[in-house]
């Protein structure tokens, strides 16, 4: 923290993933605190999106929480920190009591930073339950779990700068970095592509992504405009067109067959389940024509150095692991892992998500992936923090609010908003009602923070330092310019409090961030080369095992971290999305995000600069489909699934397919999340946000902006 607020300080931007450096500085006033741009930072080199250079406008926000507050006869109260922190204490006390440490839930946040993150999951673990997560369940918990299994780490295999450098193809399935990663796609992606790269996108929308390659302006460059839900049949189409190229003209190298004999297992087992797959019906299903498909899988298999990008429309699907595997079949057939420019890359849509896995805040695994049912990975870490750690997985966060009221009696949420994230969402506002006990830690009063019983004030990102690891694998360190309002506390203050007390010990007594780093990289393999002066302004990749390592800016050069070495392959097959269109609903709901607003929108939808930009929801609207609802641009209609409705304007737009609508979850009056779908993938138990039947129900006026 900085002891002369004048002093600009060099920090991380709170909000996407790309981990973009910028500056602060400070005022007379602890509220003066101002954005500005830091011209060398090691991911930026000074540019910034929209959001970047609004980011300081919420930190004194009005609608700050400043004094903490306990509910009593249905209002909440001021109270002394204190008094809150022995209601927290005694009623998490109680219900371990009472029900046993299972019946509490923990929250982690991909908006606050690795040592806060760390800390929770301590303390979930020593109350004795490994019931914590974070949002990658909402967003990248697919992606993670397939990576883990066939490479071996879920992250990034690349960095941007080498794929910027190297990479002649980028496959992007499902992801919009125009969108939702402006500075990543215009100074390393859209770069790359100037020097001759080809973009071949896969996604249902068209976007800024589309708009920002000149896709449709050109031959080079591909759309393949699909139908949600059938990414399966799709890359299982570029996987036979390539395994059937090869068979006929070997010579050309379409599979590398050195790699995959020498690095890779399973390779028949992907030939025996595409031997009588139909490409001309899975082509239908998808409503791609097939020789647009099979001209994809060309460009990818000659190009030299070919990179995929995945983002949430592969992974928040009842088959997201599988989809993602696939993605995983097409790179390692071909040889495109191990090197620059090549690789499987998701991207990562929080500033920290990265990071809140990597230090162990979720249900199955202990920092650095190390699973919590590893006896001799469990032990080390015991050793390390003197207790013992639950043997068994605990709940991921949409099992947690399935469990409200029932297993689960109490919550501890910090930085999170599951009644607005989580699908599904007016059933968790009914089923959250039904606990004990909730405390929640933060800096707005969320729309979970109406249902506290304990409200414990934050600071924001530019009040305090801490690490954040970006969504290609840089940990860099965040500072902060000083506490705007007096009277809240630094998430790390808030824990280590409330652990000390919980538990009576000094196991959770720190003095400050850097301390919190030092025990962590002790316990997180991947971390274990680092320290805060090493970290520096530049900060480091991970893997980073030794001091004086490096950091490694791709993976897998040489092997890949699964038990035997090699990368998995693993034919995969269609499965449709749970819910499909019917004479009920006859439409096909997906989502996602807008570069000016970001998740829950409690931070972005209280920047004016943001909101000026789009100051509400609205849904895609096909020319054909308004046609037949007898809808017109800026109508606003009632959009409905079988879980509830929303209004919203409707934009007619060829941007999206027929029979497919397309909204946001960032606003509260009118979330996405009152109509997606809470089924889960079975193995990483991440919703099905991308696919939902649903129906305009009623066409009413234009509304009273237009």
């Known amino acids: 923290m900085s002891s002369d607020q004048s002093d600009p300080v060099k920090t991380i931007c709170p909000y996407c993933g790309v981990g973009c450096g910028i500056q602060l500085s400070g005022g007379e006033e602890p509220a003066d605190v101002q954005f500005m741009p830091w011209g060398d930072a090691p991911v930026n080199e000074g540019r910034v999106c929209i959001k970047g250079g609004a980011a300081t406008e919420v930190v004194d926000h009005e609608d700050r929480l400043t004094d903490p507050q306990i509910k009593e006869d249905g209002e909440f109260r001021e109270a002394t920190w204190e008094e809150a922190y022995a209601y927290v204490v005694d009623e998490l006390e109680r219900i371990r009591e009472e029900y046993g440490p299972d019946a509490v839930g923990f929250f982690g946040s991909s908006k606050t930073m690795n040592e806060e993150n760390y800390l929770l999951q301590k303390l979930a673990r020593r109350y004795g339950t490994n019931n914590v997560d974070n949002c990658t369940r909402m967003c990248h918990a697919s992606t993670v779990w397939a990576l883990r299994t066939s490479l071996g780490a879920g992250a990034m295999t690349n960095s941007m700068r080498d794929l910027r450098e190297e990479c002649d ?42 708009r920002s390659f000149g896709i449709g302006e050109t031959e080079r460059h591909q759309h393949l405009q699909l139908n949600p839900g059938t990414d399966i049949p799709l890359l299982n189409i570029v996987l036979k067109t390539i395994l059937e190229h090869h068979e006929d003209q070997p010579e050309e190298g379409w599979i590398d067959e050195e790699f995959v004999a020498e690095r890779t297992e399973g390779f028949d087992h992907l030939k025996e389940t595409l031997a009588d797959f139909d490409e001309e019906a899975a082509a239908e299903e998808c409503g791609v024509p097939l020789e647009e498909i099979e001209l994809a899988a060309e460009k990818y298999a000659t190009a030299d150095n070919a990179a995929i990008f995945t983002g949430m429309g592969m992974s928040q699907h009842a088959c997201g692991v599988d989809n993602v595997q696939n993605e995983i079949n097409l790179a390692l057939i071909t040889g495109n892992v191990g090197r620059p420019g090549t690789g499987v890359n998701p991207l990562r849509g929080q500033n920290n998500v990265q990071g809140t896995c990597d230090v162990g805040a979720m249900p199955n695994v202990l920092p650095g992936y190390q699973l919590v049912d590893d006896d001799a990975a469990r032990e ?148 274990h080369g680092m320290s805060y002066d090493r970290l520096g302004e530049e900060g480091l990749h991970w893997p980073c095992y030794q001091p004086g390592d490096e950091g490694d800016p791709y993976l897998y050069e040489e092997e890949f971290d699964t038990e035997s070495g090699r990368g998995r392959i693993e034919g995969v097959s269609h499965q449709p999305p749970a819910e499909t269109p019917d004479d009920e609903y006859p439409l096909i709901l997906t989502t996602a995000r807008l570069e000016e607003h970001y998740n829950t929108g409690t931070m972005s939808t209280r920047s004016p600069t943001l909101n000026r930009q789009t100051p509400r929801n609205f849904v895609d609207v096909h020319p054909a489909d308004a046609e037949r609802y007898g809808i017109e641009d800026g109508n606003e209609v009632v959009l409905e699934s079988r879980r509830g409705e929303i209004t919203v304007e409707a934009r007619v737009t060829e941007d999206i397919k027929e029979g497919v609508v397309w909204t946001t979850p960032h606003f509260a009056a009118a979330s996405a999340n009152r109509l997606t779908n809470d089924v889960l993938d079975e193995r990483a138990k991440i919703p099905e946000y991308k696919a939902a039947a649903a129906e305009i129900a009623v066409t009413l006026e234009p509304s009273a902006d237009d």
Not at 191 to 210: E, F, M, R, S, Y
Not at 411 to 433: C, F, H
Not at 458 to 487: F, I, L
Request: proline letters at 6%; hydrophobic letters at 35%.
């Open 169 to 210: 193809l980028f496959w992007i399935q499902g992801a919009n970095p125009g969108e939702q990663h402006p500075i990543a796609n215009s100074q390393y992606f859209r770069q790359a592509v100037l020097d001759g790269a080809t973009v071949i996108q896969v996604d249902p929308h068209a976007n800024k992504t589309t």
């Open 380 to 527: 080390a870490v015991e050793d390390e923090w003197g207790f013992e750690i639950p043997a068994e997985p605990g709940l991921t966060n949409v099992e947690i609010s399935h469990e409200f009221g029932e297993s689960v009696k109490g919550l501890y949420v910090m930085g999170e908003n599951p009644v607005m994230s989580e699908p599904d969402a007016n059933r968790v506002a009914e089923r959250i009602q039904d606990l004990e006990f909730v405390v929640v830690q933060d800096i707005f009063p969320t729309e979970t923070a109406q249902y506290a019983d304990v409200l414990l004030p934050a600071t924001t990102w530019a009040e305090r330092g801490g690490t954040v690891t970006n969504t290609d694998r840089r940990v860099q360190r965040m500072r902060g310019v000083g506490k705007v309002h007096e009277n809240t506390k630094h998430d790390l203050e808030i824990l280590s409090a409330v652990g000390s007390r919980l538990f009576d010990a000094d196991e959770f007594e720190f003095d400050g961030p850097e301390e919190v780093f030092e025990e962590l990289r002790r316990v997180c393999p991947i971390y």
